[in-house]
T-cell receptor, first 116, second 114 residues
Framework: GAGVSQSPSNKVTEKGKDVELRCDPI?????LYWYRQSLGQGLEFLIY????????KSGLPSDRFSAERTGGSVSTLTIQRTQQEDSAVYLC??????????????FGSGTQLSVL | QKEVEQDPGPLSVPEGAIVSLNCTYS??????FMWYRQYSRKGPELLMYTYSSGNKEDGRFTAQVDKSSKYISLFIRDSQPSDSATYLCAMTSISSGSARQLTFGSGTQLTVLP
C-alpha cells in the first residue's frame, strides 16, 4: 500500500475485554514501531521490531500488553483485560530500518481506543 | 520532571502571523532534534530535522536550536490555515540508533484563523 495502514480506526470496548489492533506497514520497511498517545502526553514508545531480530519490548507498560509481527510484515498489538487507563490513540510507524537519527518514520493514522 | 517540556497551547493566531513553537529539555546529551506535524486524526509526519546549534530554514519554516539553554524553537512565517495542526518536538542523543530512542514532547496545538 501507499502508506501505513491501521485498523480499526476506532475501537470501543468494555473494561476487562481483550482487544487486538492491527498495523500493515509500508511494503519493504523492515522496522516497525508501536506508540501510545494519550491526551496531553507525548508519544510513548511501546515496542520495536527490526527484521528478524528479537523485538525491543522495553516500552510495554504491563504484561497485559503484547505484540507480534508475522512474516516480517503485519503486526498485531494485543491488550488483555483492558483498563480505562488504556484509553488512548495507538500509533504504528514503519521505516526502512537503515538506522540513523534522520531515519524517517512513517506513521499510520492510529487506532483510537476507548475503554468504558 | 519530564525530559522534554512543551507548552500544549492551544495557540490561535491570525493568518499571516509569525508563529513560534518551543520546547525545553533537561538531558544535555540530546544532540539531534526534530519537529513533527500532526493533523487531526492523522499520524505525525516529520517536518524538520536538525543537529547543530543555530538555525535551519526550509521554506516558511525555521528550526532553531540553543544547546546552551537547552531550548529549541520552530518558527512558521506567513502562517496559513493549512498549518493548523499539533506540532511535536522530538530529540535523541544517539546518532546511529533507531527512532526507538526518540523522546517526544507532548505537542502544541496550533490553529491559524483565516
Amino acid at each position: 500500500g501507499a502508506g501505513v495502514s491501521q485498523s480499526p480506526s476506532n475501537k470501543v470496548t468494555e473494561k476487562g475485554k481483550d482487544v487486538e489492533l492491527r498495523c500493515d506497514p509500508i511494503s519493504g520497511h523492515t522496522a516497525l514501531y508501536w506508540y501510545r498517545q494519550s491526551l496531553g502526553q507525548g508519544l510513548e514508545f511501546l515496542i520495536y521490531f527490526q527484521g528478524n531480530s528479537a523485538p525491543d519490548k522495553s516500552g510495554l507498560p504491563s504484561d497485559r500488553f503484547s505484540a507480534e509481527r508475522t512474516g516480517g510484515s503485519v503486526s498485531t498489538l494485543t491488550i488483555q483485560r483492558t483498563q480505562q487507563e488504556d484509553s488512548a490513540v495507538y500509533l504504528c510507524a514503519s521505516s526502512t530500518g537503515q538506522g540513523g537519527t534522520n531515519e524517517k518514520l512513517f506513521f499510520g493514522s492510529g487506532t483510537q481506543l476507548s475503554v468504558l | 520532571q519530564k525530559e522534554v517540556e512543551q507548552d500544549p497551547g492551544p495557540l490561535s493566531v491570525p493568518e499571516g502571523a509569525i508563529v513560534s513553537l518551543n520546547c525545553t529539555y533537561s538531558n544535555s546529551a540530546f544532540q539531534y532534534f526534530m519537529w513533527y506535524r500532526q493533523y487531526s486524526r492523522k499520524g505525525p509526519e516529520l517536518l524538520m530535522y536538525t543537529y547543530s546549534s543555530g538555525n535551519k530554514e526550509d521554506g516558511r519554516f525555521t528550526a532553531q536550536v540553543d544547546k546552551s539553554s537547552k531550548y529549541i524553537s520552530l518558527f512558521i512565517r506567513d502562517s496559513q490555515p493549512s498549518d493548523s495542526a499539533t506540532y511535536l518536538c522530538a530529540m535523541t542523543s544517539i546518532s546511529s540508533g533507531s527512532a526507538r530512542q526518540l523522546t517526544f514532547g507532548s505537542g502544541t496545538q496550533l490553529t491559524v484563523l483565516p
